[in-house]
Nanobody, 125 residues
Framework: QVQLVESGGGMVQAGDSLRLSCVAS????????MGWFRQAPGKEREFVAA????????YYAASVKGRFTISRNSAKNTVYLQMTSLKPEDTAVYYC??????????????????WGQGTQVTVSS
């Protein structure tokens, strides 16, 4: 069974940076895409960023574009989310997700079949 394990969350102040990591327990060439979603208290889970494993095309939510960067390291079976200029509204549990689907959409979290347990990011003002 595939496992995704996130790390790197924490409590920071507005304007600070954090880097989240997600390590996959299987070789990531099995995946066509990996991404990050987040869920704030009382809100639905929302898309943050994703990357196509082949070619490295990236996608971002409008709310994080220009501040967050997703990247991957195939040799380490790891995907990263570099977050800069953090805002209080970025506070949420961040989940790593992966998909083996050839066709997937950032608007459909159901396209992602593997999920991590989540890591908390808290940004204070």
């Amino acid at each position: 069974q595939v496992q995704l394990v996130e790390s790197g969350g924490g409590m920071v102040q507005a304007g600070d940076s954090l880097r989240l990591s997600c390590v996959a327990s299987v070789r990531t060439f099995n995946y066509n895409g990996m991404g990050w979603f987040r869920q704030a208290p009382g809100k639905e889970r929302e898309f943050v960023a994703a990357i196509r494993w082949s070619g490295g095309i990236t996608y971002y939510a409008a709310s994080v574009k220009g501040r967050f960067t997703i990247s991957r390291n195939s040799a380490k079976n790891t995907v990263y989310l570099q977050m800069t200029s953090l805002k209080p509204e970025d506070t949420a549990v961040y989940y790593c997700a992966a998909t083996t689907r050839l066709s997937w959409s950032t608007t459909r979290s159901s396209d992602f079949g593997s999920w991590g347990q989540g890591t908390q990011v808290t940004v204070s003002s």
